[in-house]
T-cell receptor, first 113, second 113 residues
Framework: DQQVKQNSPSLSVQEGRISILNCDYT??????FLWYKKYPAEGPTFLIS?????DKNEDGRFTVFLNKSAKHLSLHIVPSQPGDSAVYFC????????????FGKGTKLTVNP | DGGITQSPKYLFRKEGQNVTLSCEQN?????MYWYRQDPGQGLRLIYY???????QKGDIAEGYSVSREKKESFPLTVTSAQKNPTAFYLC????????????FGDGTRLSIL
């Protein structure tokens, strides 16, 4: 039973445009969400997070939106750069962080020059 | 620079052999984790430790063992009981609870000869 779903295995955008990566979850008890970025043969790098008490969090070019009623979150990258090409993982935890992270399968983003 | 070091980067194992993957961190983090990643899959938690001399099973602990004798070190042993050990193994650490961003090593790719 996949509790965190990233339904798009891949996404391709032009440099300078917006990239939107989506993530859906099924467990309404999740209260904290994180996005990680991963280059090939490297470990994931933390990108941005959001608590369920918020609906938006911004950090430079990266913004995460949370829609609790739809159990949906999205990561916006504006403007997209070729160096953003990587696999992006959505992860969720609940019970104030005392439970393990549940990861989605990832979305491979390709930003074309 | 603080970080997580996993060694070796590539590891080969013969059938029936145990093998130990090393993970060392100098971030002074209390919590450490081991994940497994298979192609096209998200990260799955094998074991985690929130304090020295204590650790808990994750989702896929069968065929694996760990120890946490020092704060800096969290080695993972892949035993012969693990029937499908070929995978990319990632070690991570964090300050405390799961909703704190985890810092990852660059991984060890284990293959069966």
């Amino acid at each position: 039973d996949q509790q965190v779903k990233q339904n798009s295995p891949s996404l391709s955008v032009q440099e300078g445009r917006i990239s939107i990566l989506n993530c859906d979850y099924t467990n309404s008890m999740f209260d904290y969400f994180l996005w990680y970025k991963k280059y090939p043969a490297e470990g994931p790098t933390f990108l941005i997070s959001i608590s369920s008490i918020k609906d938006k969090n911004e950090d430079g070019r990266f913004t995460v939106f949370l829609n609790k009623s739809a159990k949906h979150l999205s990561l916006h990258i504006v403007p997209s750069q070729p160096g953003d090409s990587a696999v992006y993982f959505c992860a969720a935890s609940y019970q104030g962080g005392s439970e393990k992270l549940v990861f989605g399968k990832g979305t491979k983003l390709t930003v074309n020059p | 620079d603080g970080g997580i070091t996993q060694s070796p980067k590539y590891l080969f194992r013969k059938e029936g052999q145990n093998v130990t993957l090393s993970c060392e961190q100098n971030l002074n983090h209390d919590a450490m984790y081991w994940y497994r990643q298979d192609p096209g899959q998200g990260l799955r938690l094998i074991y985690y430790s929130q304090i020295v001399n204590d650790f808990q099973k994750g989702d896929i602990a069968e065929g694996y063992s760990v120890s946490r004798e020092k704060k800096e070190s969290f080695p993972l042993t892949v035993t012969s009981a693990q029937k499908n050990p070929t995978a990319f193994y990632l070690c991570a650490s964090s300050i405390g609870q799961f909703n704190q961003p985890q810092h990852f090593g660059d991984g060890t790719r284990l293959s069966i000869l």
